[in-house]
């Protein structure tokens, strides 16, 4: 008799882990399908991002110089002039109504589902889905609308203002109170965590809701956005700067103590009646998990392997997860031998997660430096081809100057150094690029402009004796004081 509650011990525990491992990587790639969407939209909407959007308000950490100041020593790039927010384009409103309206078709299509288990996976990827539509793509373009920044990001070769819905999550706590308010005295809201705190006030009559539930799709879905609400809202106004070091010391609190009660919250998901109500227990308890990773990782900790912009790791994240839903699918299904394959096939998925997170997170996307003969031959090409640029290209240059591609900067930056007068503004660019080490190529030919127009400071000159103090760039040092 113990052998046999010990196994069915085991495969609850089995099963348990495998929702909440579903859930987690549910939201990585979530996250990885959002960073897929901005770089398909940003792709596809380059003549529009060429446009003016409104101007910055700035919403982020300090003030927009220290921010610009930050940027330019992390990218050699340098913000001039009136920034604009990032506009908004048709295909970022066509994300967010073709997204808003997949999770509320699936959250309906529930109804014709009689199994509850059924119903809250279909639940579960409904409310990702609701999520990234209505507030990531939705709040995100009324931020841009208003011009709401807090970061500052390089789209199509300009400096622009980006991540302003930020502010506007953390400030949608005044509907978010009331809405847990609400919900605290509702008989009918059958929320864990409402129960618990009903068991113990006398917030209403009776503390457990009865009746039955018809489609547990819809019910799911707005499980998972509430929690990711409150969870995203409590984060953020922790993580607040006027709260100081106490904001600090509260994160590192409240991420301790999420890692802590997540074996509580596994072991209470194995004591739930079916694997229905157990999903329905994890996808709560994930999502306040899944706050912990994120507290760790803004802390520096490690780094998100979900946000890297690799094939691999899309391709990894989105294979985990139809994996996962195949296999508990196949647990909905009641099938024999689902419970057989579920131990070693959830050793064989940890082993290839965790090899495929690790290869992730080792083999961050670099740019590769080109050989000090390439780059010499390519300043002497450019500079064979470029003219001194008109004086009305200098917003235009500006603009080259602080592209991704380390070509047009280098070619900006050759042109500029024929030109008769620099503007204070483009000098400031040129600066910061000598300086800037993260791509040679740009960094070369902003040395030789500021040679050739005599306007090398100590610093920038000191990066030029140290090239050639280098046998193998001694024909780059030549380059550049020509």
């Known amino acids: 008799m113990s052998g046999v509650t010990s196994q069915r011990v085991s495969k609850k525990i089995l099963v348990a882990c495998l929702l909440w491992t579903l859930c987690l990587t549910l939201t990585a790639a979530g996250h990885r399908l959002y960073k897929t969407i901005v770089a398909a939209d940003r792709q596809v909407s380059g003549e529009r991002y060429l446009l003016d959007g409104a101007a910055v308000v700035w919403v982020g950490h300090g003030t927009i110089e220290d921010a610009s100041s930050r940027f330019a020593e992390s990218t050699g790039k340098v913000a001039g002039g009136h920034l604009h927010a990032l506009p908004i384009s048709t295909f970022w409103l066509g994300a967010i109504a073709a997204f808003t309206t997949l999770a509320g078709l699936m959250a309906w299509a529930g109804r014709y589902v009689s199994n509850d288990g059924f119903q809250s996976l279909v639940g579960l990827f409904a409310g990702h889905f609701l999520w990234l539509g209505a507030v990531e793509f939705g709040l995100d373009a009324v931020g841009r609308r208003l011009g709401l920044c807090g970061a500052l990001d390089v789209v199509n070769g300009r400096i622009v203002g980006t991540h302003g819905s930020s502010i506007l999550i953390q400030m949608s706590a005044v509907f978010l109170v009331p809405v847990l308010i609400g919900l605290a005295m509702h008989e009918s809201n059958r929320c864990a965590m409402f129960q618990w705190f009903r068991k113990r006030l006398p917030l209403t009559r009776t503390a457990s809701a009865s009746?039955?539930?018809?489609?547990?799709?819809?019910?799911?879905?707005?499980q998972y956005f509430l929690t990711v609400w409150f969870c995203y809202v409590a984060v953020l106004w922790l993580a607040d700067p006027m709260l100081g070091q106490a904001g600090a010391v509260s994160l590192l609190m409240a991420m301790v103590a999420i890692f802590v009660a997540t074996p509580y919250?596994?072991?209470?998901?194995?004591q739930q009646s079916g694997v229905g109500q157990s999903l329905?227990?994890?996808?709560?308890?994930?999502?306040?998990?899944?706050?912990?990773?994120?507290?760790?990782?803004s802390m520096r900790l490690f780094e998100e392997p979900w946000l890297s912009n690799s094939v691999f790791s899309g391709v990894l994240f989105l294979g985990l997860t139809i994996t996962l839903t195949a296999l508990v699918l196949s647990l909905l299904l009641k099938r024999p031998a689902s419970l057989r394959l579920l131990r070693p096939l959830a050793s064989s998925i940890l082993v290839v997660a965790l090899l495929g997170i690790g290869g992730c997170a080792a083999s961050p996307e670099k740019e590769v430096a080109n050989s000090p003969d390439e780059i010499a031959a390519r300043l002497r090409e450019y500079d064979a081809r470029t003219k001194a640029p008109k004086l009305a290209a200098s917003d235009g240059l500006l603009h080259a100057l602080a592209s991704d591609s380390p070509e047009m900067a280098a070619q900006a930056a050759v042109s500029l150094g024929k030109s008769q007068n620099v503007s204070p503004v483009l000098k400031q660019q040129l600066e910061?690029?000598?300086?800037c080490e993260q791509s040679r190529l740009p960094q070369v030919a902003a040395l030789q402009a500021l040679s050739r127009l005599d306007l090398l400071t100590a610093e920038s000159q000191a990066v030029i004796d140290q090239l050639a103090a280098d046998?193998?760039?001694?024909?780059?040092a030549e380059c550049i004081n020509q």
Do not use: K, Q
């Open 211 to 222: 009746g039955r539930v018809e489609n547990y799709a819809a019910r799911t879905t707005i």
């Open 280 to 297: 329905r227990y994890s996808v709560s308890g994930a999502v306040v998990t899944w706050t912990g990773i994120e507290i760790a990782a």
């Open 471 to 476: 046998e193998r760039w001694t024909n780059v």
């Open 432 to 435: 910061a690029m000598a300086i």
């Open 265 to 270: 919250m596994i072991w209470r998901t194995t």
